[in-house]
C-alpha cells in the first residue's frame, strides 16, 4: 500500500497528480515532502501522542541519518510523566528533539523555549507546534544551557543524549562528552536556571563504577547545588548489554560493524572505569534547602506523576515526623495496594504491602502489616493519633508498638509523596 508518509510505498506519478498541485508544491517547499524518481515521499513519520500530531523522523529506516530526529519512546513518556504540571511563567526543553515535551509544557506555561543543537529538530518543533497550534514555543539553537545564558525558568525538561559512548554518529544518542558528563552538566546546568520555587526533571545515565552503589556518583553531583534532588534510579545494564542495545540497528544494517563497534564500546568503558551503566531520572527542586533523596522505581512513571514529585518535596522540607500524630492524612487515589503473603511453618504470613499511585512518579510504598491498621481507618478528617488510637480499640494491639509503626511507615510514605499530609496550623 502507498502512503505519502510513513514507512510504506511512496505515492505514484498517477497518485502524485491527483493531489491538489498547491498542497503538493507547499509541501515540497516545507521539505516535508521530497520528489523522487517516479514519485512522491514523505520525508518525516507523523504519530498521535497525548492528543498531539507529532512530526519526526521514521524509527526504522534503512540507513538512520546522523540528524535523525526521534519520536516519542520510552524516556519520552517517563520524563512526560515526571514532570511537575502546575501553571508556570517560563519553562526549557533542553534538547527538545521533535519537541515533545515543548509541546506538554506549552499547556501550562506562558512561554517555552526549546534548545537543541541540531537545526533539524528545530525545523520539526517549529512545524509541530504549528501543526498543534501552539504559539507560545520559542526555538533556539545551541549546546545545553549556551542559548539561555543569564535567564531563569520555573520548569526545566531535559532528555539529552546521556548515553555513555565512545562515539559521535547521532546526534540523538551521542553528545561527544566524556563518559557521564552530559548528566552531570545538565544537572549542574538546570540548577543554575532554575528561579527559586523551580522544579528541573532530567533523564540521566550514569556510570556504575566497581563496588560503588548506584546512588554514589551522582549524588556527588548534587553537593554544590542550591536546590534539593530526588534521584530515582530505574536499572542498570553491564557494559556489553548496554553497548548491545546502543548498537542494535547496526546489527540489521552493517552486520559487519556490530562486533567490532561493540567490543570498542566496552574497552572504552573499561578505561573511564565503568563496569555498567545505570539509568533513572533526577529531579530538582530550587528550594535552597539542598536535602538529597534517592529511591528505587518499582514502576513506570505515567500519568500525572509530577504530582507525587510535590507531595515528596513539600514533605522533605519538614524534618521532624514527631508531631504526624496530629497530622490529617489522605489517600491519594487511585491507587493500589498490593499485599503479599508468605508461606512459612505450614501458613501464609503477611509481608509488607506496597502501595502504588495510578499517577505515579514510579515510586511505591512500603506498609508495614501493623501500620495497614491505620492505612484502612483513613477517613481524610481525623488525625492520625486519633486513627491509631480507634485501630488500638478495635484490634486489641499495643498502643506503643501500632504507634511507632505507623508513625514510621507513614513519614516514609510522606517523603515518597505516596499521601497527602495536612498539618495542623
Ligand atoms: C534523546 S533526544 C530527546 C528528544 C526529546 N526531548 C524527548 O524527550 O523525546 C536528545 C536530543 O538532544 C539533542 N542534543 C544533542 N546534543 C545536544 C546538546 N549538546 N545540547 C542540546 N541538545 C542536544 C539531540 O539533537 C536530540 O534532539
Known amino acids: ?42 520525508t518525516v513519520q507523523f504519530s498521535s501522542w497525548e492528543g498531539f500530531v507529532v512530526a519526526h523522523d521514521p524509527s526504522n529506516p534503512l540507513e538512520l541519518r546522523s540528524d535523525s530526529v526521534s519520536g516519542i519512546n520510552p524516556t519520552t513518556r517517563t520524563l512526560a510523566a515526571l514532570t511537575v504540571r502546575r501553571p508556570v511563567q517560563r519553562a526549557l526543553d533542553v534538547g527538545t528533539g521533535c519537541g515533545a515535551q515543548a509541546l506538554l509544557a506549552a499547556l501550562h506555561a506562558e512561554e517555552v523555549v526549546a534548545t537543541d543543537v541540531n537545526p533539524r529538530a528545530l525545523w520539526l518543533t517549529e512545524i509541530n507546534a504549528a501543526i498543534n497550534g501552539l504559539t507560545n514555543i520559542t526555538c533556539v539553537e545551541g549546546s545545553m544551557f549556551e542559548p539561555v545564558a543569564g535567564e531563569k525558568f520555573d520548569l526545566v ?74 534521584l530515582l534510579y530505574h536499572s542498570n545494564e553491564s557494559s556489553r548489554d548496554y553497548a548491545e542495545k546502543w548498537n542494535h540497528a547496526l546489527l540489521r544494517n552493517r552486520p559487519d560493524e556490530y562486533l567490532d563497534t561493540v567490543e570498542r564500546w566496552v574497552a572504552y568503558h573499561n578505561d573511564i572505569g565503568a563496569v555498567a551503566v545505570a539509568n533513572g531520572a533526577i529531579v530538582l527542586y530550587s528550594d535552597g534547602l539542598g536535602s538529597h533523596r534517592v529511591d528505587r522505581m518499582a514502576v513506570p512513571p505515567q500519568g500525572n506523576g509530577g504530582s507525587q514529585v510535590e507531595r515528596a518535596f513539600s514533605a522533605a522540607a ?3 515526623d514527631r508531631d504526624l500524630n ?100
Open 318 to 320: 519538614r524534618t521532624d
Open 157 to 230: 525538561v531535559g532528555n539529552l543524549p546521556f548515553v555513555v559512548s565512545p562515539d559521535i554518529d547521532y546526534t540523538f544518542r551521542d553528545s561527544g562528552l566524556p563518559g557521564d558528563d552530559v548528566s552531570r552538566l545538565a544537572v549542574e546546568g538546570a540548577a543554575s536556571v532554575l528561579n527559586p520555587g523551580g522544579y528541573a526533571h532530567l533523564m540521566c545515565n550514569w556510570m556504575l563504577e566497581p563496588d560503588a552503589h548506584w546512588s554514589d556518583r551522582p549524588l556527588t553531583w548534587f553537593t554544590s547545588l542550591d536546590c534539593s534532588s530526588w
Open 1 to 42: 500500500m502507498s502512503s505519502l508518509f510513513g514507512t510504506t510505498e511512496p505515492l505514484s506519478i498517477d497518485q502524485a497528480d491527483a493531489l491538489p498541485r498547491g498542497l503538493v508544491d507547499t509541501l515540497v517547499d516545507s521539505g516535508l515532502v521530497e520528489r523522487i524518481d517516479g514519485g512522491l515521499r514523505g
Open 326 to 425: 496530629e497530622a490529617v492524612i489522605t489517600l491519594v487515589s487511585p491507587h493500589s495496594l498490593q499485599q503479599l503473603l508468605r508461606h512459612e511453618d505450614r501458613r501464609y504470613v503477611a509481608a509488607d504491602a506496597q502501595l502504588v499511585l495510578d499517577d505515579t512518579a514510579g515510586v511505591a510504598g512500603d506498609v508495614a502489616p501493623m501500620a495497614a491498621h491505620a492505612l484502612l481507618r483513613l477517613d481524610g478528617q481525623i488525625a492520625l493519633g486519633d486513627v491509631v488510637e480507634q485501630a488500638v480499640e478495635e484490634t486489641g494491639l499495643d498502643r506503643d508498638e501500632l504507634l511507632d509503626t505507623t508513625i514510621s511507615v507513614f513519614a516514609e510514605l510522606g517523603r515518597r509523596g505516596i499521601i497527602d499530609v495536612r498539618w495542623p496550623d
